[in-house]
T-cell receptor, first 111, second 115 residues
Framework: RKEVEQDPGPFNVPEGATVAFNCTYS??????FFWYRQDCRKEPKLLMS???SGNEDGRFTAQLNRASQYISLLIRDSKLSDSATYLC????????????FGKGTRLHILP | EAQVTQNPRYLITVTGKKLTVTCSQN?????MSWYRQDPGLGLRQIYY???????DKGDVPEGYKVSRKEKRNFPLILESPSPNQTSLYFC??????????????FGPGTRLTVL
């Protein structure tokens, strides 16, 4: 099983729809989790951290399922400006382990 | 303004000609890292540094060197660039690697082409 796995997409979604994608991770001892957003040829930027209890920021909701070892991102009422690649990031438990980036899921919001 | 800067932003060079990509952060972060991003392969870590004078190999360190003489700077050195090092490079910094919910701040990227 790959360390962090994401569906590469692309997800083509009409504007206003709700879209969700998951990220699975293999190391059950992983400590913290994030979603980053990356626009074409730009640097990744933090979208939101993922807390054990789940968290919501406006139209965005992130969830963590430790039992099944995945995190999810839900985008409601999608906007054209949500078109981007969404990267899942997993921080390890130990200092000797490495931060792992998923390869990203491409999202296209269609007018 | 809190930021990570990289220079140059774009570079076209030839095989074997030594080059350095600079990275600087003004947030007093302990942790700094270099990544390369290639289509279909995602972000791969080259080297990272937990603090001054402490550097460690990431997943793809071959052909690269780094140094961390000062907290704010973390240059990436390609002693003898080869065409397979053509890529988009990102520098990133973070307060500490291991802490709950530490955000990494990325520089704008350096697009390197080795002919």
């Amino acid at each position: 099983r790959k360390e962090v796995e994401q569906d590469p997409g692309p997800f083509n979604v009409p504007e206003g729809a709700t879209v969700a994608f998951n990220c699975t991770y293999s190391n059950s001892a992983s400590q913290s989790f994030f979603w980053y957003r990356q626009d074409c040829r730009k640097e990744p930027k933090l979208l939101m951290s993922v807390y054990s209890s789940g968290n919501e920021d406006g139209r965005f909701t992130a969830q963590l399922n430790r039992a099944s070892q995945y995190i999810s991102l839900l985008i409601r009422d999608s906007k054209l400006s949500d078109s981007a690649t969404y990267l899942c990031v997993v921080n390890p438990m130990n200092r000797d382990d490495k931060i792992i980036f998923g390869k990203g899921t491409r999202l296209h919001i269609l007018p | 303004e809190a930021q990570v800067t990289q220079n140059p932003r774009y570079l076209i060079t030839v095989t074997g000609k030594k080059l350095t990509v600079t990275c600087s952060q003004n947030m007093n972060h302990e942790y700094m890292s270099w990544y390369r991003q290639d289509p279909g392969l995602g972000l791969r870590q080259i080297y990272y540094s937990m603090n001054v004078e402490v550097t460690d190999k990431g997943d793809v360190p071959e052909g690269y060197k780094v140094s961390r003489k000062e907290k704010r700077n973390f240059p990436l050195i390609l002693e003898s660039p080869s065409p397979n090092q053509t890529s988009l490079y990102f520098c990133a910094s973070s307060p500490r690697q291991i802490d709950s919910y530490n955000e990494q701040f990325f520089g704008p990227g350096t697009r390197l082409t080795v002919l």
